[in-house]
Nanobody
Framework: QVQLVESGGGLVQPGGSLTLSCAAS?????MGWYRQAPGKQRELVGS???????NYAESVKGRFTISRDNAKNTVYLQMNSLKPEDTAVYYC???????????WGQGTQVTVSS
């Protein structure tokens, strides 16, 4: 099992920026971010492979950027032009090579409000 520790959440005003980090306890192949707003289902924000290929939800394209540092087993989520509807608990997820299991972090709260 991969241990994932997220950091960087908090309160930000609309139009502001925030960067989330997620450190994995071991080497992983794919990493990603999901979010869950109150009363809604968890949804994919975006993901990144070990080679750096990314994909994003339509709702965040052009505003959010996922990157990773393989040497540190860490993935980042740079969030710009934040909107109130981005308010959610953000979860990091990752998968080891040859595994079909995705492990999850504990989540970090992001609140976009004036």
């Amino acid at each position: 099992q991969v241990q994932l520790v997220e950091s960087g959440g908090g309160l930000v005003q609309p139009g502001g920026s925030l960067t989330l980090s997620c450190a994995a306890s071991t080497s992983v192949v794919a990493m990603g971010w999901y979010r869950q707003a109150p009363g809604k289902q968890r949804e994919l924000v975006g993901s990144i492979t070990s080679g750096g290929s990314t994909n994003y939800a339509e709702s965040v394209k052009g505003r959010f950027t996922i990157s990773r540092d393989n040497a540190k087993n860490t993935v980042y989520l740079q969030m710009n032009s934040l909107k109130p509807e981005d308010t959610a608990v953000y979860y990091c997820t990752a998968r080891r090579q040859f595994s079909v299991v995705w492990d999850w972090g504990q989540g970090t709260q992001v609140t976009v409000s004036s």
